[in-house]
């Protein structure tokens, strides 16, 4: 029953191929984010989408690109993978943007998908 | 530019007691919100605890509480009686005036002893 599936879980692609990566939600959240998770760096945003065909970049956006046709997809697509792009790619949604309001709940996040470039 | 730094790489506690995870934060914005977030091992992300940075007093969810000094830009993390399923990777997080973006600090990976 979770809200948000991520697939594939795992995967393994070689060095120049594409590679897309696909976050599905059941919350009927607007916003939703693709990160990066590397030892040492914690999180960093890839794109993010505040509705549908509305999105922008992130701080590592680079060879990176996303579509949002409805609601509840959100695609990440590595248009020609690279070995520095190996690495855990986390979905993540939340009801709310802006700053500043006694209650959030922060992001409910994907299981992540391992990404192995060889 | 906004940032987040999380200074312990790693910290052990003893079961029972309690432990506080440092963050402090860098940001010009006078509206932000400042978010705990917990990765076990096996890889998911858990949201622990929210601080509006309005918010004059400590948020606390359970046995969680955020040590929010703005004067200082430091929004500690205070877990009271450890338990060894608090064993984990701790993140802090903020997010700034734009509102959509939140950042990440490095973590603190946190290790409960029995």
């Known amino acids: 029953d979770a809200g948000i599936t991520q697939s594939p879980r795992h995967k393994v692609t070689e060095t120049g191929t594409p590679v897309t990566l696909r976050c599905h939600q059941t919350?009927?959240?607007?916003?939703m984010y693709w990160y990066r998770q590397d030892p040492g760096h914690g999180l960093r945003l890839i794109h993010y989408?505040?509705?549908?065909?509305?999105?922008d970049k992130g701080e590592v956006s680079d060879g990176y690109s996303v579509s949002r046709s409805k609601t509840e997809d959100f695609l990440l697509t590595l248009e020609s993978a690279t070995s520095s792009q190996t690495s855990v790619y986390f979905c993540a949604i939340s009801q709310f943007a802006g700053t500043g309001a006694l209650r959030d709940y922060g992001y409910t996040f994907g299981s992540g998908t391992r990404l192995t470039v060889v | 530019a906004q940032k987040i730094t999380q200074t312990q790489p790693g910290m052990f506690v003893q079961e029972k007691e309690a432990v506080t995870l440092d963050c402090t934060y860098d940001t010009s914005d006078q509206s932000y919100g400042l978010f705990w977030y917990k990765q076990p091992s096996s890889g998911e992300m858990i949201f622990l605890i929210y601080?509006?940075?309005?918010?004059?007093q400590n948020a606390t969810e359970g046995r969680y509480s955020l040590n929010f000094q703005k004067a200082r830009k430091s929004a500690n993390l205070v877990i009271s009686a450890s338990q060894l399923g608090d064993s984990a990777m701790y993140f802090c997080a903020m997010r700034g005036d734009g509102g959509f973006k939140t950042i990440f600090g490095a973590g603190t990976r946190l290790f409960v002893k029995a």
């Open positions: 919350e009927n959240h607007r916003y």
């Open positions: 989408s505040y509705g549908v065909k509305d999105t």
């Open positions: 601080q509006g940075s309005y918010d004059e």
